[in-house]
C-alpha cells in the first residue's frame, strides 16, 4: 500500500520534492524574520536618528520599511521558478539567482551572501562581549559608588560567546532551529522594551523632549563629520532591516498550501510592520532621551546607570538573542559549505558518514565528522577576528551598506523582471530601475561613511588589547 499522493504532487510524510515534510507557518517564519532583523541594529538606532534629526530620522526609517518590505515581495515571488503553486523550488538565495538570472550573477550573489553572513557572525560575537561587559561594569560601577571606571579587556567574553557557539553549532539544519528562533524573538523583545521604557523614563524625569529637527549640530561636529555620520547612520538604518540575505533559506521551511510566496509575503508584513513600529519606538525615545549626545549602543553606552538591575536583564537578553541571530544568519552558510564538500568529495566517508548517537527519550544524534570540525572551525575564526578588530561597528555599517544594495534591491528587482517578463522601457520596468539606482546612491553614500568611520578607528587602535 503506497502513501496517498496529495493533489500539490508529495505525500504525508514527503513534500513534491521528496523531501520530508516541511512544517513551518506564518508565525515561524514571522519569528525567524524578527530573530534575524531586530538584532542589536535596533540599540544603534538612536544614534542614527540623532545624526538626521527629527524630520529625517523617522522619514528614512519608514522609507527602508517600505523598500524592504517591497523588495522581500519580490524575492518570497522567486522561490518557485515558473508556476506559484507547482515550479521548481529554488532552496537558497543562489538557486533562485541561478534560475531566473544564471551566469556569472550567481558567483557575485554567492560571494556578497557569504561574505555578508561572514561578517554578522563576527559583528554578533563583538556586541555580545560588549553586553557581557556592560553586565559586569554596571555591577562594578555600582558597588564602588561610581567611583572606579571599572575598564576591562573584552577577550575572555569573547572567547565564551565562541564557545557557546561551537556547541549550538552542531544543531544540523535550519528546520530545526524553530526553538532558538522563538526564545531570541521574545529576547529581542525583551531589550527592545527595556530601552524604550528606560528612554520614556528620562524624558518623564528630565521634562524635555531632547533633539532638534535637522539633527546634531554643526558645531558638537564639524561640518564635513556631520555629512560622513549622516551617510553612516543610513547604512546603519539600512543595515537594520536587512534579512533578504536567508528569505529564501526560510521560505524553504513553510509548509504548503497555501502556495509559499503567500505566506510568506504575510509573514514579511507581519514581520516588517512590528520592526518598523519597534524601531520607531526606540530610536525615537532615545533620541528625545539624549538628544545630540545620544550613544551609539543605547544599554551599554552607558546612556543610564540606574536602574542597574533592570539594564543587566536587558543586556542578559540580548546575549541570549544573539546567540540564537548567530545560528539563524549561519546554518544558510554551513549548509552552502557542506553541500559543496559532499559534491567535491562524494566518497569521502569523513564528509557524508553520520554517526548515530543515542540519546535517552530523544530521537538519535546524527555526528557527522566534517560539520564538527569545519563548523568549530569556523567559529573559532569569527571569534579571533572579532578579538582582532573589535571595533567593529563601523565595519558591520560597510558590510550593510555592501549588502543592501545587491541582495535585498537588485537581485530581487532583477529577478522579478525575468520572472514576470516585464518590458524594458514599459512603466513597472521604468519604476523599478529607478528604486534599484536610488538603492545604490544610498549604499555608496553609506559605505563612505562607514570607510571614514574604519578609518578614525585605524588611528587609535592595538590588536587584541581592546579594553572598554
Same mark, same amino acid.
Given at each position: 500500500?503506497?502513501?496517498?499522493? =496529495?493533489?500539490?504532487?508529495? *505525500? ?15 508565525? *515561524? ?10 538584532? !542589536? &541594529?535596533?540599540? #544603534?538606532?538612536? /544614534? ?16 527602508? $520599511? ?32 541561478? $534560475? ?10 554567492? %560571494? ?41 579587556? !573584552? ?13 549550538? #553549532? ?7 532551529? %524553530?526553538?532558538? !528562533? ?18 520614556? &523614563? ?10 532638534? =529637527? ?13 555629512? %560622513? ?45 512590528? *520592526? *518598523? ?13 539624549? &538628544?545630540?549626545? !545620544?550613544?551609539?549602543?543605547? =544599554?551599554?553606552?552607558? &546612556? ?69 570540525? /569545519? ?22 555599517? =560597510? ?25 524594458? %522601457? ?6 523599478l530601475q529607478i528604486l534599484s539606482i536610488a538603492c545604490l546612491f544610498i549604499t555608496i553614500a553609506a559605505a563612505a561613511g562607514s570607510i571614514a568611520g574604519v578609518v578614525l578607528d585605524l588611528k587609535s587602535f592595538k590588536p587584541f588589547a581592546t579594553v572598554y
Open positions: 500500500m503506497g502513501e496517498e499522493v =496529495l493533489p500539490q504532487g508529495g *505525500t504525508k510524510c514527503y513534500d513534491d520534492d521528496g523531501r520530508l515534510k516541511r512544517s513551518g507557518t506564518v508565525w *515561524t517564519a514571522s519569528a525567524h524574520i524578527i530573530t534575524a532583523v531586530i538584532g !542589536s &541594529g535596533v540599540l #544603534s538606532l538612536a /544614534w542614527a536618528t540623532a545624526q538626521l534629526g527629527w524630520v529625517a530620522g523617522p522619514l528614512v526609517m519608514i522609507l527602508f $520599511s517600505f523598500v524592504t518590505y517591497f523588495t522581500s515581495t519580490l524575492l518570497a515571488a522567486c522561490y518557485r521558478s515558473g508556476d506559484p503553486v507547482n515550479g521548481k523550488r529554488n532552496y537558497t538565495y543562489m538557486d533562485a539567482v541561478r $534560475s531566473n538570472l544564471g551566469g556569472f550573477k550567481v558567483k557575485i550573489c554567492g %560571494w556578497v551572501q557569504y561574505l555578508n553572513l561572514f561578517g554578522v557572525a563576527i559583528g554578533y560575537t563583538i556586541a555580545s562581549s560588549i553586553s557581557m561587559m556592560a553586565i559586569k561594569r554596571s555591577n562594578c560601577f555600582h558597588a564602588s559608588g561610581g567611583k572606579n571606571p571599572c575598564h576591562m579587556n !573584552s577577550n575572555p567574553y569573547m572567547i565564551a560567546f565562541g564557545i557557546v557557539e561551537i556547541i549550538f #553549532s552542531q544543531i544540523p539544519d535550519f528546520d530545526q532551529l %524553530w526553538w532558538l !528562533s522563538i526564545v531570541a524573538a521574545v529576547m529581542s523583545f525583551t531589550y527592545s522594551t527595556i530601552g524604550l521604557g528606560l528612554g520614556i &523614563g528620562k524624558v518623564a524625569e528630565t521634562g524635555t523632549i531632547r533633539g532638534s =529637527l535637522t539633527g546634531i549640530s554643526v558645531g558638537t561636529v564639524t561640518q564635513t563629520q556631520k555629512i %560622513w555620520r549622516s551617510f553612516q547612520a543610513l547604512g546603519d538604518i539600512a543595515f537594520a532591516y536587512s534579512y533578504s540575505l536567508i528569505l529564501i533559506e526560510i521560505q524553504d521551511t513553510l509548509k504548503a498550501p497555501p502556495a509559499e510566496s503567500k505566506t510568506m509575503k504575510k509573514a514579511t508584513l507581519i514581520s516588517v510592520g512590528v *520592526t *518598523t513600529l519597534f524601531y520607531m519606538l526606540c530610536g525615537c525615545m532615545g533620541y528625545a532621551a539624549f &538628544g545630540d549626545l !545620544s550613544p551609539g549602543n543605547l =544599554l551599554t553606552g552607558f &546612556g543610564f546607570y540606574n536602574p542597574f538591575w533592570l539594564l543587566d536583564i536587558a543586556n542578559a537578553a540580548i546575549v541570549i538573542h544573539l546567540v540564537g541571530a548567530y545560528q539563524v544568519y549561519c546554518q544558510p552558510l554551513f549548509a552552502f559549505i557542506e553541500k559543496s564538500a559532499t559534491e567535491l568529495f562524494p566518497d569521502s566517508e569523513f564528509i557524508t558518514k553520520d554517526i548515530k548517537i543515542p540519546i535517552p527519550g530523544f530521537r538519535p544524534y546524527n555526528l557527522n565528522l566534517f560539520r564538527l570540525v /569545519w563548523r568549530t572551525i569556523f567559529v573559532i575564526i569569527t571569534t579571533l577576528i572579532s578579538m582582532l578588530l573589535p571595533f567593529f561597528n563601523d565595519i558591520v555599517g =560597510l558590510l550593510g551598506a555592501l549588502g543592501f544594495w545587491p541582495l535585498t534591491v537588485y537581485f530581487p528587482v532583477e529577478m522579478y523582471i525575468s520572472q514576470k517578463k516585464i518590458p524594458k %522601457w514599459s512603466t513597472r520596468w521604468v519604476c
